[in-house]
């Protein structure tokens, strides 16, 4: 039976890569990459040399024909993503969808679990996360106050991704709803400059000011 694995992929240190994932990654087939030239940098860090074809939130209904049509023939196939689990807020999810609702039964799907970011920050935030929310990117536009009162009515700590153009805007607008919600931010986990910032919302955003904004930001709000 064809297979399409789902394979985890380092969110910063390469050293994160499972042994189970390169193994993977030597003996399928093709590799689905969300961003060749990304993937391409690990592939050739460990001498990896499977042929690699885009899939990626911009990809036409004839690549996803193009990949149904290649496990249909039997082939076994790999997807990953620019770092982390595809899937988790990811177009790898919608892949997955397609491939279950057309194929069903006559392939198997196999996880290669590894890193996040969203777990990755769990484990370090400090709060009970025995139950969390995790929501993904906040709208940039429509629903953004939804959003927001989302994260701070929740019971549960809530986890979401910012980018860095907008981590300021973000925090602030969560402390004008309620500037007294503790918070970590994480930002270019497990990088070389991997920083982490613990506080109330107005101490974070002091913290953050003073700090280069590069890379993604992974946050963590407790009520």
Request: charged share 25%; net charge positive.
């Amino acid at each position: 039976m064809p297979t399409l694995y789902v394979a985890a992929t380092p969110i910063g240190n390469l050293e994160d890569t499972s042994a189970r994932a390169l193994r993977i990654l030597r003996e399928v087939d093709l590799i689905l990459a969300e961003d060749t030239r990304v993937s391409k940098n690990l592939l050739s860090h460990f001498g990896i040399k499977t042929r690699i074809i885009s899939y990626h939130q911009h990809s036409r209904v004839n690549r996803v024909d193009e990949i149904v049509r290649l496990l249909k023939q039997g082939k076994n196939l790999a997807l990953i993503s620019d770092a982390g689990t595809p899937g988790i807020s990811d177009p790898g999810n919608k892949l997955v969808e397609e491939v279950v609702r057309l194929l069903g039964s006559q392939v198997k799907i196999e996880p290669i679990p590894g890193p996040s970011a969203v777990t990755a920050m769990a484990s370090i935030c400090g709060f009970p996360t025995d139950r969390f929310l995790f929501l993904g990117f906040p709208p940039q536009k429509r629903k953004r106050k939804q959003f927001f009162d989302e994260v701070t009515d929740s019971k549960y700590p809530v986890i979401f991704y910012e980018s860095p153009y907008r981590i300021l805007k973000t925090l602030r607008e969560l402390s004008a709803l309620d500037n007294k919600l503790s918070v970590v931010v994480g930002r270019e986990l497990t990088k070389k400059f991997e920083t982490v910032y613990r506080g109330n919302i107005p101490e974070v955003i002091d913290k953050i000011k003073s700090a280069p904004l590069k890379g993604e930001f992974v946050v963590v709000v407790n009520s």
